[in-house]
């Protein structure tokens, strides 16, 4: 008989949306994904994976996509304009549980490393046994507006006469020592979840960090990269934050991916893009 996959129990199994329905229906651009861990394919349609209880699926994890639907209603959704400041308002375990979630949902469904979670199934599922050394940071991304060089060089008409690309799309991403300074023997999680302008990265560390100084040296290291300026740590003793909008633009943070797997896009571009008629 089947096995939950996060609270072992066996039993008849339900489909769990690594994205939530509602926020994919919300976020304009989440109707094309590039697989992370397989580069050559795309998806245009909800990532789900069957191997969730009933009781986990609907309870649980329910509440925690209830959680951060108030969020997007509050903040997610309206996009941060350049040199504007956000008092954000968050339950620290709520919120950290969702990211979890995802990021363990989107692992599983894309054949990624999603036993790294093993240990913290009971804290995503029920908030306890919350790992001390969990560290969510938080960066507002704002939008780019297009020079005309280029404008000329989109495919897509209607982005070109927009002249802005505007961060409104769901990411759920690994972080790696190629974008970052991350490096991947000293942490367990280093994950990405971006929801329009709002940026989460999720760390945990690895049995290789060996004290609380090397550990927030690591952090502190992480945050002085250009794709990585303005971030911010959540406190877990607090609730709310002030956070500036980061110089960081969309295509900034999706560069490295782009140029990785250039011969893909590409072929997208050239799929999508108008053909001459003669």
Not at 12 to 22: A, C, N, Y
Not at 63 to 69: A, E, G, I, Q, T
Not at 247 to 260: Q, S, W
Request: hydrophobic share 35%; aromatic share 8%.
């Amino acid at each position: 008989m089947a096995v939950c996959a996060y609270c072992g129990n066996k039993g008849d199994l339900t489909k769990e949306h690594v994205i939530p329905s509602w926020l994919y229906e919300a976020t304009k651009n989440q109707n094309l994904q590039l697989i992370q861990a397989q580069p050559k394919k795309f998806i245009n349609n909800q990532q789900t994976k069957k191997d969730v209880c009933e009781t986990c699926n609907n309870i649980a994890l329910s509440k925690l996509d209830n959680y951060v639907k108030n969020l997007h209603d509050e903040y997610f959704r309206n996009i941060v304009k350049n040199n504007e400041s956000i008092v954000f308002n968050y339950n620290f375990d709520f919120l950290a549980r969702w990211l979890l979630k995802v990021s363990f949902n989107s692992a599983r469904a894309n054949k990624g490393n999603y036993h790294v979670f093993s240990n913290l199934k009971k804290y995503m599922i029920n908030g306890t046994d919350r790992p001390s050394k969990l560290t969510i940071m938080i960066q507002l991304i704002t939008p780019q507006v297009l020079s005309k060089r280029e404008r000329d060089l989109i495919p897509d008409e209607n982005l070109r006469k927009l002249g802005v690309i505007t961060p409104n799309t769901t990411r759920i991403s690994r972080l790696d020592a190629a974008t970052t300074s991350v490096d991947p023997q000293k942490f367990d999680i280093a994950r990405m979840v971006m929801v329009n302008s709002y940026q989460f990265f999720i760390f945990l560390p690895s049995d290789k960090v060996q004290s609380d100084l090397e550990w927030d040296d690591l952090l502190n290291q992480f945050g002085t990269s250009e794709i990585t300026s303005g971030v911010q740590k959540l406190m877990t003793t607090e609730n709310s934050i002030k956070v500036s909008a980061s110089k960081v633009k969309l295509v900034h943070t999706m560069e490295h991916h782009i140029m990785r797997n250039l011969k893909v896009y590409s072929q997208l571009i050239n799929d999508r893009s108008p053909k001459e008629t003669k």
